[in-house]
């Protein structure tokens, strides 16, 4: 679920973590075929690894990142990365993050 005021935020579903996703776009849906920036903020231990897989099983990783941010004025809790991805097709991506210790998921509409 897409919430907050600015840019949307999304609150994902995570397994020993928290776990934060802010979309840098004007508006949602997101547009297949359209790089969009996702900064992630995530609790856990280790490097962030992301993709994001379409209903029918079709992986998009992401084009750039995850690059760890030194720095922000976003406050969520855990460290924080910035990824693009490219969603190649129409659909309900979800998009998964993991980490040493820590992983978890948020479901992006793509249309």
């Given amino acids: 679920m897409l919430e907050g005021e600015g ?3 999304v609150r994902g579903t995570a397994r020993d973590a ?3 996703g802010l979309l840098f776009v004007k508006a949602t849906p997101l547009s297949a ?3 969009v920036k996702i900064v992630w903020r995530m609790t856990g ?3 962030l690894r ?3 897989v379409h209903p029918d099983g079709t992986l998009a990783r992401p084009v750039w990142g995850p690059e760890e941010h030194g720095s922000s004025t976003w406050r969520r809790p855990g460290q924080e990365w910035g990824t693009g991805f490219v969603f190649p097709k129409r659909g309900c991506w979800k998009v998964e993050l993991s980490r040493d210790r820590g992983s978890g998921h948020v479901w ?3 249309h």
């Fill in 18 to 20: 928290e776990l934060w």
């Fill in 108 to 110: 992006l509409p793509v």
């Fill in 45 to 47: 231990e280790g490097p």
């Fill in 7 to 9: 840019f949307p935020e």
């Fill in 33 to 35: 075929g359209d790089e």
């Fill in 50 to 52: 992301a993709r994001a």
